[in-house]
């Protein structure tokens, strides 16, 4: 079936630090992926986005590719802020599918 | 601003006792969806709905009810047959097709005393 998997956390860096928050998929044809953040005590928000093969999303110092080859979306920040510490879920929506499949998040904490 | 309004946004209900939480959106999205979020861990769907007057189960759908009278509107209701209500509840919403993402709510944190 279709399905998200994201790394255990929680993942812990000093500030600036470079950042990797690996995401993996199932989904039959070409689902679109997607990366949210969750800040303490609230809701989700949407990061960022890519719907197609080798599409690049990037919000905020965030990045993540889209490789079909590999099936991943993995995320990626050059220089980490403590403001960066949440939760951060990976997600997909298949084709033709009406609702989207979330990872089971992966815990952010930065160290000053 | 639009946006999608959960409220309250904590709760405590006694066991026993059914309750609603409430969402609303003024996006004029299609779509609503319901989520639980247990401490440490992910998001799971307990209802869905893509249109007034229809709604789907998603993966956690016993003991709780919805329903889609208007297209704003989406109430969960948390009934006493839920063995452990105590948990944050995400509400969301997205156009016809969620291709461009889902809108969240702030959450619910209901809890059982």
């Known amino acids: 079936g279709n399905s998200v998997t994201q790394m255990e956390g929680p993942v812990t860096l000093s500030e600036e630090a470079f950042l990797t928050i690996n995401c993996t998929y199932t989904?039959?044809?070409?689902?679109?992926l997607f990366w949210y953040v969750q800040y303490p005590g609230e809701g989700l928000q949407l990061l960022l986005k890519?719907?197609?093969?080798?599409d690049k999303g990037s919000n905020k110092g965030f990045e993540a590719t889209y490789r079909k080859e590999t099936t991943s979306f993995h995320l990626e920040k050059g220089s980490v802020q403590v403001s960066d510490s949440a939760v951060y879920f990976c997600a997909l929506l298949y084709s033709s599918a009406s609702k989207i499949i979330f990872g089971s998040g992966t815990r952010l904490s930065i160290r000053p | 601003d639009g946006g999608i309004t959960q409220s309250p946004k904590y709760l405590f209900r006694k066991e026993g006792q059914n309750v609603t939480l409430s969402c609303e959106q003024n996006?004029?999205?299609?779509?609503m969806y319901w989520y639980r979020q247990d401490p440490g861990q992910g998001l799971r769907l307990i209802y869905y709905?893509?249109?007034?007057?229809?709604?789907q189960k998603g993966d956690i759908a016993e003991g709780y009810s919805v329903s889609r009278e208007k297209k704003e509107s989406f109430p969960l209701t948390v009934t006493s047959a839920q063995k452990n209500p105590t948990a944050f509840y995400l509400c969301?919403?997205?156009?016809?097709?969620?291709?461009?993402?889902?809108?969240f709510g702030s959450g619910t944190r209901l809890t059982v005393v």
């Open positions: 969301a919403s997205s156009m016809d097709s969620p291709n461009y993402g889902y809108t």
């Open positions: 709905s893509q249109i007034v007057n229809d709604f």
């Open positions: 890519a719907t197609k093969a080798d």
């Open positions: 996006l004029n999205h299609d779509a």
């Open positions: 989904a039959t044809g070409y689902p679109s």
